[in-house]
Nanobody, 118 residues
Framework: QVQLVESGGGLVQPGGSLRLSCVFS????????MGWYRQAPEKQRELVAA???????NYADSVKGRFAISRENAKNTVYLQMNSLKPEDTTVYYC????????????WGQGTQVTVSA
């Protein structure tokens, strides 16, 4: 049973930085595409950043140049480095894993709150 455990959220002032971490429990992390999503109240969950097993990345336009996603396969961990944070980045961030073993699979973390406020 794959589980994702996020950490690193919190309160930060505008212009500040945070690094989110997501640990993937299971033997197939290196083959999974990992992503960070966020969901504001009464809005749809949106992709923030994703990284494939080969290291290719893509970002939402709203975070390009400010956020960076990376992975450390030896630690089964994906990171989201968030710089130059803005109040509009405030919401819950979710880690997601997608992989295929005979069939497509996906798993979500429990979410971590990021609050950007003076």
């Amino acid at each position: 049973q794959v589980q994702l455990v996020e950490s690193g959220g919190g309160l930060v002032q505008p212009g500040g930085s945070l690094r989110l971490s997501c640990v993937f429990s299971g033997p197939i992390f290196s083959t999974a595409t990992m992503g960070w999503y966020r969901q504001a109240p009464e809005k749809q969950r949106e992709l923030v950043a994703a990284i494939t097993s080969g290291g290719s990345t893509n970002y939402a336009d709203s975070v390009k140049g400010r956020f960076a996603i990376s992975r450390e396969n030896a630690k089964n961990t994906v990171y989201l480095q968030m710089n130059s944070l803005k109040p509009e980045d405030t919401t819950v961030y979710y880690c997601n894993a997608q992989w295929k073993v005979f069939t497509a699979n996906t798993c979500w973390g429990q979410g971590t709150q990021v609050t950007v406020s003076a």
